[in-house]
């Protein structure tokens, strides 16, 4: 069964770096796209940024110049670097996989990790 697990989150104060993780466990054949959604209290989820197998990146305009994804495929691990973090930037973000196991080829989900910054 494949999992997300997420890490990484925590508190800090705006002007400061976070660097998130999510690391894929069980049989995975191929990944399509990877990537990083946050929802904020009262909010709907938003895409935070995207990978594709190609690399492709795709970033919101709200994160842009600030945050980067990366991937490391010998790892099964995605990471995403958040610099210059504001206030607006706090959020529950979730990890997102676009991949085949033995399933097939789904969509999965992280549980989910807690960035707070403060002003």
């Known amino acids: 069964q494949v999992q997300l697990v997420e890490s990484g989150g925590g508190s800090v104060q705006a002007g400061g770096s976070l660097r998130l993780s999510c690391a894929a466990s069980?049989?995975?054949?191929?990944?399509?796209?990877t990537g990083w959604y946050r929802q904020a209290p009262g909010k709907q989820r938003e895409l935070v940024a995207t990978?594709?197998?190609?690399?492709?990146?795709n970033y919101a305009d709200s994160v842009k110049a600030r945050f980067t994804i990366s991937r490391d495929n010998a790892k099964s691990t995605v990471y995403l670097q958040m610099n210059s973090l504001k206030p607006e930037d706090t959020a529950v973000y979730y990890c997102?996989?676009?991949?085949?196991?033995?399933?097939?080829?789904?969509?999965?989900w992280g549980q989910g990790t807690q960035v707070t910054v403060s002003s």
């Open positions: 990978m594709t197998s190609y690399e492709d990146t």
């Open positions: 069980g049989t995975i054949f191929g990944i399509y796209r």
């Open positions: 997102h996989a676009d991949l085949s196991s033995f399933g097939g080829r789904k969509d999965y």
